[in-house]
């Protein structure tokens, strides 16, 4: 991967900055709880972690969207950003550290200096351009990459990601030297095999590269909503290079020294695979052009489709965000789009799977044994968890199934962010401990009152409490809160202390949670879900 941080340096992991036009959908929930559970993963790890999201308020989209509610752009983005970004972010239970605005002077004023700066050292000059340019996608499109519309659009040509027509621009713009960041560019991709992830992005964006790039307009005149280029306040910089220096705005660049050396470059930038080139091909070429560090990795996600079409603001399907966490809950809905999706693959919605995976998988594999477990102590040991002094071969495969769990979990969320894999060695776990039980069946075994039945009986529970207390800690990067109630619910929080302070380190170890603790039956983790609202 990219540089390599100092010590004291933070992990940091961003998301896009999204485009405030339209309030968020389902696409944009889906990188920012990648990220989000990414890094509660490494704050569990006990790491420094620094994550940051934010908006995108620059630009002709959002201005003609502005203009067509009749309002001013700003006004806009004000409006969308209190009302409808950063709500979701918080119904979600997102722990952002910062949430930075394209049109907050902490932003502007850095843009204008790291642009003169490029000028200043020759990197910018003045030139003229004509090519078709996507409003939706906010960029110059090569004729080659346009798709022949049909239908209403027959005759016209059209952009490939929106469907929808590109407007032949005509312009002195300034430019940016990227073409000759092209050698450099390989040969760091070369020396950094993991940069940009995964591999089939990878892939696409060498050979995009091995093709010659061309200098990046990087200001534009017809239109005056952006950051006015500090030489020529008769343009505006272009959207794109205004929004990705926001990765070094948000932490301090040019304003905050230690602040910035202690968290840039990020470790980790989540996007989706529609904005790949903007990430591994313009903002490295951005930084070295500047001397800075670049990024540790760039990792795209795939395209949550819905009917076969990417989903999209104006391909909604009428599916928000809100309606399935009011049906599923939000550690669910959490859960599953990671769980259901190879991160990087694409992948498809439907409230059927969602449904059927809920029960099988959280409500009767995860909750029951959570419930099970807390009603057995009760019954049999009036809610004190009883000391095992009987372990043998069968409890031993239990503790080394959590170890593992613990390892495969830590390697494939923390380190290589296949969440899919990671969420579900532990949900292998939950099930070999609802095997472990079903095999040893304490309710016989509690008709036994010998000493020996008593202590096999103090064995089998304690064994499954003591699973129970490191899923706990493996799911809390996912499903927080439903981690929190399974915590108090083993009387973790007043024997172990805050849950957030467990370290996934430790997850793994054997005999943490004390004989005695106070295990009460708690709130059902996973309720029956009601009728699919219509
Ligand atoms: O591109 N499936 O903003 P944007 C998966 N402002 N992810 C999706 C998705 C889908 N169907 N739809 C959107 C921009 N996303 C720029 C970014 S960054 C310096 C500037 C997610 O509002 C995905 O992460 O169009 C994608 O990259 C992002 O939203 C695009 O959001």
Redesign the pocket.
């Known amino acids: 991967t990219g540089s390599e941080k100092q010590g004291a340096a933070a992990y940091y992991v961003s998301?896009?900055?999204?485009?405030v036009n339209d309030a968020p959908?389902l696409?944009?929930a889906?990188?920012t709880v990648a990220g989000d559970v990414l890094t509660r993963w490494h704050r569990q790890r006990g790491e420094k972690v620094w994550y940051l999201t934010g908006t995108?308020e620059h630009g002709q989209k959002i201005m003609r969207t502005a203009e067509a509610n009749n309002v001013t752009p700003q006004a806009w983005c004000d409006k969308l950003v209190e009302e409808a970004w950063k709500p979701l972010w918080e119904h979600l239970n997102i722990a952002n550290d910062d949430f930075i605005r394209t049109t907050e002077k902490r932003h502007t004023d850095r843009v204008q200096e790291f642009v003169q700066d490029l000028y200043d050292k020759g990197e910018i000059y003045k030139g003229g351009y004509e090519g078709p340019y996507c409003v939706g996608c906010e960029e110059y499109k090569l004729p080659g990459d346009l798709i022949d519309g049909e239908g209403e659009f027959a005759g016209q040509k059209l952009c490939p990601i929106h469907k929808k027509p590109v407007e032949l621009l005509k312009e002195e713009n300034y430019f940016f030297k990227l073409s000759e960041y092209g050698p450099k560019l390989l040969e760091f991709y070369a020396a950094n095999p993991g940069f940009i992830q995964p591999e089939s992005a990878r892939n696409e964006v060498v050979n995009f590269v091995e093709q010659g790039l061309q200098d990046l307009s990087i200001s534009r005149s017809t239109f005056d909503w952006g950051v006015p280029v500090p030489w020529d306040d008769k343009h505006v910089i272009y959207v794109w290079v205004d929004?990705?220096l926001?990765y070094a705005t948000a932490v301090g660049y040019g304003a905050n020294q230690e602040k910035f050396d202690g968290t840039f470059p990020a470790n980790v930038h989540l996007?989706?695979k529609?904005?790949l080139r903007?990430h591994s091909v313009i903002w490295p070429a951005m930084l070295m052009a500047q001397g800075l560090p670049l990024p540790g990795k760039v990792v795209a996600?795939?395209?949550?489709m819905v009917g076969g079409e990417?989903?999209?603001k104006s391909n909604l399907t009428g599916i928000k965000p809100q309606d399935l966490t009011s049906h599923f809950g939000v550690d669910a809905y959490r859960w599953y789009f990671l769980r259901a999706i190879a991160y990087g693959s694409d992948g498809s919605f439907s409230w059927e799977d969602f449904s059927a995976r809920y029960t099988s998988e959280l409500a009767n594999d995860y909750g029951n044994l959570a419930s099970r477990v807390a009603a057995m102590v009760g019954k049999y040991f009036g809610g004190a968890l009883p000391e095992a002094t009987a372990a043998g071969d069968a409890e031993r495969a239990v503790q080394e199934g959590l170890a593992k769990a613990v390892a495969t979990a830590d390697r494939k969320i923390g380190e290589e962010l296949d969440f899919q894999s990671g969420i579900l060695a532990v949900f292998e776990f939950v099930k070999q401990v609802n095997g472990y039980i079903t095999e040893q069946e304490p309710w016989k075994v509690a008709k036994d009152t010998s000493p020996e039945g008593q202590a096999r009986l103090a064995t089998v529970l304690y064994t499954a409490a003591e699973s129970l207390r490191g899923v706990a800690v493996l799911l809390n990067p996912v499903m927080p809160e439903t981690s929190q109630k399974l915590w108090e619910s083993l009387g973790a929080e007043e024997s172990l202390g805050a849950l957030a302070d467990q370290k996934v380190q430790d997850a793994g170890a054997w005999g943490v949670l004390p004989a005695g603790a106070t295990v009460t039956k708690g709130a059902v983790l996973f309720p029956r879900l009601e009728e699919k609202p219509a």
């Open positions: 998301t896009p900055i999204y485009y959908h696409g944009h889906y990188t995108d929004a990705l926001n996007i989706g529609d904005i903007f996600n795939g395209w949550l990417k989903m999209s």
